[in-house]
């Protein structure tokens, strides 16, 4: 059904398919006629007008002189000057964002300046406190821990080489008297190395634990036996179990770190600690196993009463 507008009388009739009906509604002043089953309209230039631009494109127009049918206004080109407000108007909002970008690398930047100037302190400082520890390593005058112990054991075989020649013809393996320590006088052994058990008592102070060691030992264990007995006094001073797997060197070491014994108690027992492996694994001849067993209790003798200090 087509679309049809024309003029009856003073009104203006319009047939429209039902579908379109409330495109007629939007002109001002319509109504319905049951009668003739058309939408009525007040016959006025602008009423025709309303009409034309709703449904001329697809309307035929009866009663109405030298009218031609006119469809829906097109919308203008745009003219020359609103194509370059549009663009400055881009412009600009592209200019904004860039600006905001923009701020915010200034603000990271900042940041990474300031962390950076902190790291920059930071290596400085420790810069200086490498400089620092140099200049004291340089300016040391203690003398090594291996040049004490050099001069140690030096002194040791000087008494070593002493004794070996006074008694040269000495002694096979075996058990050797024990010496007493009872006030009643007693008559001491002319065996040169119960000599020196008794001198090495004397020296320790006549420490029990000390004593009851070296009366029970052999010319063949003397070395095994005090290194034994000075690093179980050491763990126990220093609380370290027995299931504890560390050495005798480690645990000397600890004990001359934390202040336990002393810098000269702790090359003495390193030097029992040498005759120690000595003996345990060298193939020696006799003078030479006797004079490493007295050279490693007259040691121990010397390092006991701090080992019996520092235990209690």
Same mark, same amino acid.
């Given at each position: ?34 009668? +003739? *089953? @058309?939408?009525?309209?007040?016959? /006025?230039? =602008?009423?025709? &007008? ?7 494109? $697809? ?45 915010? +690398? *200034? @603000?990271?930047?900042?940041?990474? /300046?300031? =962390?950076?100037? &902190? ?7 420790? $810069? ?53 320590? /009872? ?130």
């Amino acid at each position: 059904m087509e679309i049809l507008i024309a003029r009856s009388g003073d009104e203006i009739h319009v047939s429209v398919p039902f579908a379109l009906k409330d495109r007629a509604k939007k002109v001002s002043g319509y109504r319905w006629n049951p009668a +003739l *089953k @058309v939408w009525a309209f007040p016959n /006025s230039q =602008a009423v025709f &007008s309303e009409l034309i631009a709703e449904f001329g494109d $697809n309307a035929r127009v009866e009663g109405f002189d030298n009218v031609a049918p006119q469809g829906p206004k097109r919308p203008s080109e745009p003219t020359v000057q609103d194509q370059l407000n549009e663009k400055i108007k881009n412009q600009e909002i592209l200019l904004q964002k860039y600006g905001t970008e923009l701020a915010d +690398l *200034k @603000v990271e930047l900042r940041g990474k /300046s300031t =962390a950076l100037e &902190s790291l920059e302190k930071h290596l400085a400082a420790k $810069n200086s406190d490498l400089e620092k520890a140099i200049k004291q390593i340089e300016s040391l005058k203690v003398a090594p821990e291996e040049q004490k112990l050099k001069q140690s054991i030096e002194f040791w075989k000087r008494s070593a080489t002493d004794a070996e020649k006074k008694y040269e013809a000495l002694l096979k393996e075996s058990s050797h008297p024990k010496v007493t320590t /009872s006030t009643q006088p007693a008559t001491i052994s002319a065996d040169p190395f119960v000599q020196i058990v008794s001198r090495a008592i004397s020296i320790a102070g006549r420490d029990r634990d000390f004593e009851v060691t070296v009366n029970n030992t052999t010319l063949s264990r003397a070395a095994l036996d005090l290194a034994t007995a000075a690093e179980k006094k050491l763990r126990k001073s220093l609380g370290i179990p027995s299931s504890d797997r560390r050495d005798f060197i480690a645990v000397i070491r600890e004990a001359a770190e934390t202040r336990v014994i002393s810098d000269e108690a702790r090359g003495l027992l390193n030097f029992v600690r040498q005759n120690r492996n000595r003996v345990a694994h060298d193939q020696l001849n006799q003078s030479e196993l006797w004079a490493r067993s007295c050279i490693a209790i007259l040691a121990s003798s010397i390092v006991w009463p701090e080992l019996h200090g520092a235990e209690t």
